[in-house]
C-alpha cells in the first residue's frame, strides 16, 4: 500500500496501526498546495456478496455524513473525503499533530487535582458538542485524546461510528438489521455499553475513568470494586479533594441512572469547584435550578428558595442524586457513596443538576410558578453578592478604628468560638481555598475581623471561615 494513489489524490507514505478490520495510513494530499499529510482509514470488507456489500455502502455513507458534522468543531479532526475502490472503503481525515494522552499518563505516576480538572475543561465541552449532535463517541479513552502540538489543547480522534463501520465486515445479516454490536475499551467502557446500548452519559463514565486513571497512576484494570454494588474503589489511591471525588465517583457510577446525566451538567460541577459561586457559575446553576422548576411542575416554590440558600454558602458542590424515578412508578434509593464531608443538611439533597421527566404543569400550579420565577430572580443578586470571599481588609485610620469596631460587633478573641457545621478554610488573604477543612466540633480563636459574614481565625489553623457556621459559646455562660 505504501507509494499507491487512492482516489488519483492521496499518496499513502506511512502506516500508522492496523487491525483486523484494516489499516491506518499517513498520506499526502497532492491536490493541494504543499502536499499536506491526512489521515487515510482503509476499511476492508471480509466478503464480496452483493447485498452485504450495499448494506454496507449505506451505513457507511450514514457515518461519514455524521463525522462530516462533527469536524466543524475546533478539537475534532475534520472529513476531508471518502470514497470506495474496488468494494473496500476508504475516510480520509485531517492529520493532527501531536502525541496521545497515552503517553503523558505513566504507570504510577499521579497528576495534580489541578492537572485533572484542566483535562475534564478540555474535554467536557467536546462531548457537549457531540452529543449535542446525537452521537456517542464509544470509545473515549487515552490513546483518541491527542495533545495537538499547536496549541496544546486535546482533540477528540476515532469515534465510535467509524468502529462501527469497521465491524461491518464481521456483521452476520441479523447483526446488520439489529446494529447493536458493542464498541468500546475494556476498562473505560460500562456495562450497558458492553451490552450494546450505550447512552451519552457512557462517555462521561469513560472520561471519569480517564481522570481517575491520571489522578491514581493505575490502569482502570488495576482498580477494584464493591462486591455488593460494582462501584470503582479508588479514592485510597489518590491524594484528591471531597469535591473533585464526588464529582469523578458520579461519573463513573455503575449504573447510567445515577451519573450525571449529560456533559453540561458534569461541566457546571466542575466549573463550582474551579471558580466557586463566581457570578457566571451562579448565573449558570441558577439558570438549571429554574429549568427543573419549570420542568417539574409539582416542585414547590420554597424548595426552590432553599436551594437558591444552599447555592449562596460558600463553595457549593452539587450533591449526589441518589434518587432515580422509573418508568414503572417505582423510586429506588441506592445509598450514595460519595464520602461527605459538609454537613449540608436537608436542602442540600436537592440536586439543580439533575434532569427530571414527565413534564406536566397544571393550572393551579401557575401562579405558584409565576411567584417562583420573580422570587428567584430577586434572590440571584443576593447569592452573587454574598457568596463572594471576603477580600483582604482596607486601610483604616487610628481615630476610625473604635467607629469601625462598634459597627461590626465582630467576636472578640478568645476560644469560645466553636465550629457547629464543618467549614471550609480560605487563605488569609481570602481569595482561595486552602483544600483544609474546619470540623464540627473544633474551638477556634478568631482575630475580630470579619467581612461579608465570613470571620478569620488564627487557631487551629490561620484564614477564614464561614461565621454562619461557628457558635459563641461564652454568650450561652
Sequence with gaps: MIGKLLDRRYQVVQILGQGGFGHTYIAEDTRRPGNPSCVVKHLQPATSDPDFLETARRLFKRE???????????????????????????????????????????????????????????????????????????????????????????????????????????????????????????GYMPSEQALGRPYPNSD?????????????????????????????????HAQVSDALAAILTKMVRQHYKYRYHSATDARQAVAAISSPNTPRVVAAV?????????????????????????????????????????????????????????????????????????????????PLLIFGTGAAILLTYGVITTSRPPQPAPVVAKNQVKETTDKNQTPEKDSCIVVVSSSNLRSTSGRRRTGKVIKAGTKVTVTGKEQNGWIEISSPESGWIWKSRTRNMCSEK
Aim: proline share 8%; aromatic share 8%; charged share 20%.
Design 64 to 186: 461519514a455524513e455524521t463525522l462530516e458534522k462533527l469536524g466543524i468543531y475546533d478539537q475534532i479532526p475534520r472529513l476531508l473525503a471518502y470514497f470506495e475502490e474496488d468494494e473496500e472503503f476508504y475516510l480520509v481525515q485531517e492529520f493532527v499533530p501531536g502525541n496521545p494522552l497515552s503517553m503523558e499518563l505513566q504507570p504510577g505516576v499521579k497528576w495534580s487535582e489541578s492537572q485533572v480538572i484542566h483535562l475534564l475543561q478540555d474535554v467536557l465541552p467536546i462531548l457537549e458538542f457531540v452529543h449535542s449532535h446525537e452521537v456517542i463517541h464509544q470509545d473515549l479513552k487515552p490513546h483518541n485524546l491527542i495533545r495537538r502540538s499547536s496549541d496544546n489543547k486535546l482533540v477528540l480522534v476515532d469515534f465510535g461510528a467509524v468502529k462501527q463501520v469497521k465491524m461491518y465486515s464481521l456483521m452476520t445479516p441479523d447483526q446488520l438489521k439489529n446494529e447493536t454490536i458493542p464498541i468500546g475499551t475494556p
Design 204 to 236: 462521561i463514565y469513560a472520561l471519569g475513568m480517564i481522570a481517575i486513571q491520571a489522578l491514581t497512576g493505575l490502569h482502570p484494570k488495576q482498580l477494584g470494586e464493591e462486591p455488593a454494588t460494582g462501584e470503582i474503589i479508588w479514592q485510597h
Design 286 to 366: 441558577v439558570n438549571q435550578i429554574l429549568k427543573d422548576y419549570w420542568q417539574q411542575g409539582y416542585l414547590s416554590a420554597t424548595k426552590m428558595v432553599r436551594s437558591l440558600q444552599e447555592l449562596a454558602k460558600p463553595c457549593y458542590v452539587p450533591p449526589d442524586n441518589t434518587t432515580v424515578r422509573l418508568s414503572t412508578g417505582s423510586t429506588p434509593t441506592i445509598p450514595p457513596t460519595i464520602p461527605q464531608t459538609q454537613n449540608l443538611g436537608k436542602t442540600a439533597r436537592l440536586n439543580p443538576f439533575a434532569s427530571c421527566s414527565n413534564f406536566q404543569i397544571k393550572r393551579r400550579q401557575l
